[in-house]
């Protein structure tokens, strides 16, 4: 669906159609009319919720973000700005995304390690922070109480169930680290090992080069 196309769908006014009359919607925040906003949750400028969507009383939704459709932003969610949460994506009470995070689609979040009906584990859930940047690919599943790094790549499917670097990328179940990708999301390739055991890399795409030490990557300043 193009946006120019989109624009007749949308309302953006609080007490219109399923947003509650106490929800925020900052200037620009768009909701499609299918979609509910309870009471209490704020939308950031500029973003965009879409069809069949829940964002319920206590979320808070950074500016410039995209929720796509059968989206459930549960309450004390919090995203940054510029995130993209993909269609059927469920954010959990304790998940908590920064800036530019692209939740691809049907990908899972959790917020209980032992989950039972019969059994109330509210005063269990975990937190599940998700770094700058980083990227989790379609029906890749997060157990929750794990962090994920800044620019981190989740490929598709897998099964993350331990904390990932920053700059990692991680695929298979269960998730293991199968190479390094640069802020612009391409693998990056090593060019050099120096006498003091740090390692070079540079990114396939951009050209920008990182320096690998002790297991961390980092950019280099330019």
Known sequence: MSETGARSELVGTAGHGH???????????????????????????GSRVWHFSHVMGGAVIGARNSIGQNVVVMNGVRTGANCKIQNNVS???GVELADDVFCGPSMVFTNVLNPRSAVSRKSEYRATPVGQGAT?????TIVCGVRIGAYAFIGAGAVVTKDVPPYALVTGVPARRTGWMSAAGHRLVRTETLADGRERWQCEGSGERYTLV????TPEAL
């Open 136 to 140: 989790i690919g379609a029906n890749a």
């Open 91 to 93: 954010l959990y009470e």
């Open 19 to 45: 947003v509650a009359p106490t929800a925020v919607l900052e200037a620009g925040a768009l909701v499609h009319e299918s979609a509910y906003v309870d009471a209490g949750a704020v939308i950031g400028a």
């Open 214 to 217: 002790d297991g961390q990557m």
